[in-house]
């Protein structure tokens, strides 16, 4: 199957844009990034991306902060469309496990892409509270772990495995800093990499030799030195 490509935006402009590309099987957001367009209204401006992005899959998250709020939150969000995912936190912001509202909305056939998740412990805790005929996504913030020094491969290795006997669940590489990571996550077998609009760019020009980045770069360094007539 390989690993499907999403893109992780909220941007108006940017949606129209990714939505065209073959290399984009799909959307998440996320409300820093719905804040960051500039989105007032959350519910309309959710309406708005989903104009735009009609068939491929697209994840809404939950803002609230207890499970009988998020049960609530995602009952609605899913109404909005065929191909929407609703997002929902592991734990609130009191580190609670939000079990409660993950089998309440899996009970109801609600596709789920449950984020914030660090560690293979939270994806097993994920796995007890789910069925298997009902789509879930477990996004595993790769790029956030790595960026306190820790390794986070063990963890999506372990993940995986852990969910191999459900074919409804896909383990997803979230939080990515550089297009090196798509490579890791097919390399470990993630099901979905979601990405930047800036790095997926990057990915699509893959393929350069170390010859051309050694005379690209050398070229850039020589371009910058005369623009600023620097004199030894």
Same mark, same amino acid.
């Given at each position: 199957m390989g690993t499907k490509i999403f893109c992780d935006i909220a941007d108006l402009s940017n949606v129209r844009k990714f939505n065209k590309k073959k290399i984009v099987k799909g959307f998440t957001t996320n409300p820093s990034l719905m804040r960051k367009a500039g989105a007032k209204n959350y519910k309309l401006y959710s309406q708005q991306i989903i104009k735009i992005c009609k068939k491929k899959p697209i994840s809404f998250e939950v803002f609230a902060d207890n499970s009988k709020s998020m049960i609530k939150q995602g009952i609605q969000i899913n109404k909005w469309g065929k191909n929407v995912y609703v997002k929902v936190p592991v734990v609130n912001s009191k580190n609670r496990f939000s079990g409660q509202a993950i089998k309440e909305l899996n009970k109801q056939n609600i596709k789920l892409n449950i984020t914030a998740v660090y560690t293979a412990k939270q994806t097993a805790k994920i796995l007890k509270n789910i069925n298997k005929s009902t789509k879930v996504i477990i996004s595993i913030f790769g790029g956030r772990a790595a960026d306190t020094g820790k390794d986070p491969v063990p963890e999506f290795k +372990?993940?995986? #495995?852990?969910? @191999?006997? /459900?074919?409804?669940?896909?383990?997803?590489?979230?939080?990515?800093?550089?297009?090196?990571?798509?490579?890791?996550?097919?390399?470990?077998?993630?099901?979905?990499?979601?990405?930047?609009?800036?790095?997926?760019? +990057?990915?699509? #020009?893959?393929? @350069?030799? /170390?010859?051309?980045?050694?005379?690209?770069?050398?070229?850039?360094?020589?371009?910058?030195?005369?623009?600023s007539n620097f004199k030894i």
């Open positions: +372990k993940s995986i #495995k852990l969910a @191999k006997s /459900f074919k409804n669940v896909s383990i997803l590489w979230a939080s990515v800093r550089e297009p090196y990571n798509y490579l890791q996550a097919k390399q470990l077998g993630c099901h979905i990499i979601t990405i930047p609009p800036k790095i997926i760019e +990057k990915i699509e #020009k893959f393929g @350069k030799t /170390f010859d051309q980045l050694t005379k690209e770069t050398v070229k850039t360094f020589l371009i910058d030195s005369k623009k």
